[in-house]
């Protein structure tokens, strides 16, 4: 930041200083001096990396909340023990802890230490993330703890790692995005998001950079890309592996870099061979033509980058979405060549360290691993610590929060920094499940819909009234510094976990001061896979930030990971074959349409913040459900109308913005409100097999007017609302296989049917035919006819494969497609299909051969 322009912590008039921080909301924190002395506090941008002197509307109102009517500034209790229907009242620390203290000593002598749980937030500090981490598993010894981080940027860890052997949500500097000549953006709008980084995305374009956002809406970040992609909502992963198969198809794959610095790419090259341009097409909407100019534009560019974020990763298949895209970069030689790369853009302002350093429920700080033997020793030696006495690997996020209450789960947690009551998927299903917790503590500055359920409320420091370290989107390490006190009675998290630990009997063990907390995460990730242990406060500050990994104080730090190497045992990027699934809850005739969720500009997160910032609410007063005009027009639908959305979790209501800039068959609410207008009410929390992402980005849903436009969006009726899921302990679902669903039913306006997707193939010899899949056929409805026009066909096996065209049980058509080979067959001279005839897909192949089966029948309705 420019010290020239304000000095850091020099006297700024009598009885104020002005101190250099940053923006306490997303991931570019953004620099910023806050004067402040006498309160109220002031701020003003600074010249850092990231944003340029430039701060969002957020940003430039985040001192409005220090001194907000609303703030905690005592502990609250309920004023009968145990009845969370008595209100809650004011109380002294002592009172208070000593609450949260014997619930802790009554559930774990009752239940077990994992009966006690920790959910931790992504705007923690990395020194309080990692003394959370630390707090659960020394002074609780609980294997309970994860944090909303899991809700976020998961699936893009989970791919990174087993593709680039590293997590680090951008693996060079921002400005590199400027330098680029195609950068594709893939589910994300920073323009809403996180405006100041627009500056390096408007840099790259008034070089003639070429801009592609993949999204179902016409964003912002859309509107001023050179080219918009707009796909159905899960179907991100056929796109990235359509656009690798034109790339393998056209010559365009970079083989010298494949061949030196990947491994794998065979396996890929045929995992992409069914995902043809048109039937990409009609998987997801976004024209041949648009794929072709694309992949044609990356493969070209001296400088290229692909960019993915939540719209692609919030999935059941996020990890293999992500995977996708990072196959694609790879095979065009983008990760580790100079400007170019993939990376995804964290979203929370400590979304990167918070998940580094001991929050996630597998991890120790360092990103080192609780089952392996060595990094438990490192940690526990650092510790002072019996390796023995560190539980194992404890449940995911969504996982931790559904088994509340239950034997074997949760009954007594401890929530910092985060408001799952809003945040979680299927929201009143976690509320149910909060309030079946026998002890329920929250530690937040306001009464967040989480804090209001809670038994014990704990008042934290807000940004400006606490000093620490954060790690932003592109892993450089800075320091937020404190920029005038906090108000009487209210302590700072990292206080509040080392008094804990104190009365808890392991307080020597632990520190309330920033610095040396700090000092120790760097012994705790020396070695690991993110090294802090060459940083210090003092580098920081000279250097505008460190970027990790930093293993020695005359490192210089790693601006540019994988230039020489990847993270992996043998240096090498590997490539992972993935298939698209499919959306894991389809469209049908009472869910017709697709639900998608996220941000607007004005919000952030769960809104505890934001919709307490009256500047704020004067732009974003009201949830708004988005509407394609056809929509509207087909239910009846004005703009500023009051509609209801129900899925089969829940009911909640928006007021309608009609829009052209989303598709007709999907509808955009943000999930920054609570109550009667929860997007989370709605959200599928299907998991992802890999990183236990939650299905935020895509679900079935109704849509219904409610009325004419209304002051106050009045809540859905509560005996309309289906009653939450009961608890069910099961095993982690299996990793599905490669799609089986040969079609998605999706509103159109034509009639084209089609018979496909990637199906197994056993032979029992080429004169035995038989069925592939009863879903490969179709019977011509009464009074319409058909015709067939075309056959498409993949064989994954080593032999002749034949497949069949059988028409009312007898063959009409034979295809032979080679060993790994496919064929294209135009039908237009077959004859009309009457009503009520029935087509099918047999197969035959050698006996014993076993397989994958790509096949695409297409036939059109007259």
């Known amino acids: 930041?420019?010290?020239?322009?304000?000095?850091?912590?020099?006297?700024?008039?009598?009885?104020?200083?002005?101190?250099?921080?940053?923006?306490?909301?997303?991931?570019?924190?953004?620099?910023?001096?806050?004067?402040?002395?006498?309160?109220?506090?002031?701020?003003?941008?600074?010249?850092?990396?990231?944003n340029r002197g430039g701060l969002c509307s957020k940003g430039w109102s985040a001192h409005e909340l220090l001194d907000h009517p609303e703030r905690l500034t005592r502990p609250l209790v309920r004023a009968v023990p145990g009845d969370r229907s008595s209100p809650l009242v004011e109380t002294t620390w002592d009172e208070a802890l000593d609450r949260v203290v014997a619930a802790i000593g009554r559930t774990q002598a009752e239940h077990g230490r994992d009966a006690v749980g920790c959910f931790g937030g992504g705007s923690l500090t990395n020194e309080q993330a990692y003394q959370f981490g630390k707090f659960a598993r020394v002074a609780l010894r609980t294997s309970a703890i994860d944090y909303n981080g899991r809700f976020c940027m998961s699936s893009a860890a989970g791919a990174a790692v087993r593709a680039l052997g590293l997590d680090r949500g951008l693996p060079f500097p921002l400005s590199d995005v400027a330098a680029a000549d195609v950068v594709v953006l893939v589910g994300s709008n920073p323009a809403d998001t996180m405006p100041p980084a627009m500056q390096h995305l408007d840099a790259g374009r008034e070089r003639g950079a070429l801009h592609v956002v993949v999204d179902p809406r016409r964003t912002?970040?859309?509107?001023?890309?050179?080219?918009?992609?707009?796909?159905?909502?899960?179907?991100?992963?056929?796109?990235?592996?359509?656009?690798?198969?034109?790339?393998?198809?056209?010559?365009?794959v970079d083989e010298d870099h494949v061949a030196a610095r990947t491994t794998g790419l065979d396996a890929v090259r045929d995992a992409v061979r069914a995902y043809w341009p048109d039937r990409v097409e009609r998987l997801t909407g976004v024209p041949v033509e648009q794929q072709r100019r694309t992949v044609r534009a990356l493969a070209a560019a001296e400088r290229a980058i692909v960019l993915t974020a939540r719209g692609a990763e919030q999935h059941s298949s996020g990890t293999d979405t992500a995977t996708a895209w990072l196959n694609l970069a790879l095979a065009l030689g983008l990760p580790g060549r100079p400007g170019s790369g993939w990376g995804t853009l964290t979203g929370q302002g400590n979304g990167q360290g918070g998940r580094e350093h001991g929050q996630k429920a597998d991890q120790l700080p360092g990103y080192r691993k609780l089952a392996d033997p060595a990094d438990r020793a490192h940690v526990a030696g650092v510790w002072g610590i019996d390796p023995d006495d560190l539980p194992l690997p404890g449940p995911s996020a969504f996982e931790l929060l559904d088994a509340l209450g239950t034997d074997g789960g949760v009954r007594t947690l401890l929530v910092l920094a985060s408001n799952v009551a809003v945040s979680a998927p299927d929201a009143r299903r976690v509320i149910s499940r909060l309030g079946d917790l026998d002890f329920l503590a929250v530690s937040d500055f306001f009464l967040s819909e989480t804090a209001a359920l809670a038994d014990v409320v704990l008042p934290s420091a807000m940004w400006a009234e606490e000093s620490g370290t954060m790690t932003n989107l592109e892993g450089r390490v800075i320091r937020r510094r404190r920029a005038l006190d906090p108000p009487d009675?209210?302590?700072?998290?990292?206080?509040?976990?080392?008094?804990?630990?104190?009365?808890?009997?392991?307080?020597?063990?632990?520190?309330?001061?920033?610095?040396?907390?700090?000092?120790?995460?760097?012994?705790?990730?020396?070695?690991?896979?993110?090294?802090?242990?060459?940083?210090?406060?003092?580098?920081?500050?000279?250097?505008?930030?460190?970027?990790?990994p930093c293993p020695a104080p005359d490192h210089p730090g790693t601006q540019r990971l994988f230039t020489e190497r990847f993270a992996t045992p043998d240096g090498r990027a590997r490539f992972v074959p993935v298939h698209h699934t499919g959306a894991h809850e389809q469209p049908d005739a009472d869910h017709p349409y697709v639900l998608t969720t996220g941000r607007v500009l004005a919000q952030y997160q769960s809104g505890t913040q934001t919709r307490r910032t009256r500047s704020l609410q004067l732009v974003a007063p009201t949830p708004r459900a988005e509407l394609h005009p056809d929509l509207a027009r087909r239910l009846g639908i004005a703009h500023d109308d009051v509609v209801e959305l129900a899925t089969r979790r829940g009911r909640a209501r928006f007021v309608a913005a009609v829009t052209d800039a989303i598709r007709p068959d999907t509808v955009f609410v943000p999930f920054h409100w609570g109550g009667g207008s929860s997007a989370n009410a709605l959200t599928d929390p299907a998991l992802d097999p890999v990183s236990r992402m939650p299905a935020f980005k895509a679900c079935a849903v109704a849509v219904t007017r409610v009325g004419g436009p209304e002051e106050r969006i009045p809540p859905p009726d509560a005996a309309t609302q289906p009653a939450p899921q009961p608890h069910a302990r099961s095993a982690p679902p299996a990793p599905r296989p490669p799609s089986r669903s040969p079609r998605r039913s999706t509103p159109v306006r034509s009639t084209p049917t089609f018979l496909q997707g990637v199906f197994p193939l056993t032979g029992e010899g080429l004169s035995k035919p038989g069925p592939v899949d009863p879903a490969l056929r179709y019977q011509v409805p009464t009074g319409a006819t058909a015709q067939a026009l075309y056959f498409r066909g993949g064989n994954s096996t080593g032999e002749l494969v034949y497949v069949l065209l059988v028409r009312d049980g007898v063959p009409v058509r034979w295809f032979p497609i080679g060993a790994k080979g496919d064929v294209h067959v135009p039908l237009r001279v077959v004859e009309d299909l009457p009503g009520g005839c029935v087509v099918e897909l047999h197969a035959a192949a050698p006996e014993g051969v076993t397989g994958e089966l790509v096949v695409d029948l297409g036939l059109v309705e007259v």
């Open 489 to 548: 009675g209210v302590r700072d998290d990292l206080a509040l976990l080392a008094e804990l630990a104190g009365r808890l009997g392991a307080g020597h063990l632990f520190s309330a001061d920033p610095e040396t907390v700090f000092d120790e995460l760097g012994r705790a990730s020396a070695g690991g896979a993110a090294d802090y242990s060459g940083i210090t406060y003092d580098r920081i500050d000279a250097e505008q930030g460190v970027f990790w």
């Open 1 to 50: 930041m420019s010290a020239a322009v304000v000095p850091s912590a020099v006297p700024a008039g009598p009885g104020t200083r002005t101190t250099e921080t940053h923006c306490p909301y997303c991931s570019l924190q953004c620099g910023m001096a806050v004067t402040a002395g006498d309160r109220p506090a002031s701020l003003v941008p600074l010249d850092f990396p990231t």
């Open 220 to 252: 912002a970040t859309a509107r001023s890309a050179g080219l918009h992609l707009q796909p159905l909502p899960g179907t991100d992963l056929a796109l990235a592996n359509g656009l690798l198969h034109i790339a393998l198809a056209e010559g365009l």
